[in-house]
Nanobody, 124 residues
Framework: QVQLVESGGGLVQAGDSLSLSCAAS????????MGWFRQAPGKEREFVAA????????LYADSVKGRFTISRDRAKNTMFLRMNSLKPEDTAVYYC?????????????????WGQGTQVTVSS
């Protein structure tokens, strides 16, 4: 089993920046891809970003491309999401996810492990 714990959420104003972290523990040897998803109230969960083990291959949702940056610190088994130029529509619970496949994907069905989520609220 892999445990994922997110941190770093909070309340910010539009245009501000925020960084999220996801700490992985447990049987992490089987984890290659890690990603971020989000779910806003009344909406379905959506893909945000994902990266492979060495952060060489990254994938972003069009809505966050150019504003968000995903990265990993393999030595610390931690993944990050740097969010710049935040918009009210970025408001959601952000979830960390991990998967065994080597290539990042956008489908939540490909991810075996999920964190509990951290709330990000962007006020206008």
């Amino acid at each position: 089993q892999v445990q994922l714990v997110e941190s770093g959420g909070g309340l910010v104003q539009a245009g501000d920046s925020l960084s999220l972290s996801c700490a992985a523990s447990g049987s992490i040897f089987g984890v290659n891809v890690m990603g971020w998803f989000r779910q806003a109230p009344g909406k379905e969960r959506e893909f945000v970003a994902a990266t492979n083990r060495n952060s060489v291959t990254t994938l972003y949702a069009d809505s966050v491309k150019g504003r968000f940056t995903i990265s990993r610190d393999r030595a610390k088994n931690t993944m990050f999401l740097r969010m710049n130029s935040l918009k009210p529509e970025d408001t959601a619970v952000y979830y960390c996810a991990a998967a065994p496949q080597p290539v990042p994907t956008r489908s939540g069905a490909d991810y075996n492990y999920w964190g509990q989520g951290t709330q990000v609220t962007v006020s206008s």
